[in-house]
């Protein structure tokens, strides 16, 4: 165990045996990290709001979003992949941004509730799950292979979704969770009971 002396922001603290990065107190993490977490959340209603692709085939044209794709995998029976598409797509990535938004919100305060270091302990599986890159790799690689048989669209959401990537990116390196642990109220200040001692004389047996 070793105890991390005080930085100054944009400093780090290195194990002295491994030279590893064990700290670095990054500049206003809180402030910042809520102001990207808020572009984020427009981003992604934005990206769940409009078409993410069209296809126009032999003078038929169609678009989807984001969820309209998760449907037409249901109804085509892959229930397994829709759920997976919904779930990495759609669940955690809003998990993911309003875990953010709620700990830098309560972070603000001077003694931060302990809901606060609740949801620090699970927003990383929230990250985990949270695959918008992977489902923006697959859409490119379809695009690839269709645009061959058909006129594709890219829709608005297919570029919102690209700037969401390097949003949540930006608001991830931006947090600093022992920041914001230091500042949590585990305890209840309750005041203390008040002790009264006996006289000497009642004391002596």
Known sequence: MQRLPPLEPGESARCPQCDEEMWRRRDD??????ALAIAAAALFVVAN?????????????????VFGGVLDLWADRQEIVAILVLFTAIVAPGLQIAMMLAIAFGARRLHPRRWVGVLIRHHPAAKTWSMIEVMMLGVLVALTK???????????????????VFVLAAMEASFDPRDV?????WVDRAPEASIVWPDAEEAQP
Not at 29 to 34: D, G, Q, Y
Request: cysteine-free.
């Open 29 to 34: 993490p809180v402030n910042r990290t809520l």
């Open 49 to 65: 709001s409009v078409p993410m692709l069209g296809l126009t085939v032999v003078g038929r044209s169609a678009s989807t979003t």
């Open 146 to 164: 269709i645009a061959d048989y058909a006129r594709v669209i890219p829709g608005i959401a297919l570029f919102v979704l690209g700037a969401l």
């Open 181 to 185: 642990w230091q500042r949590i109220e």
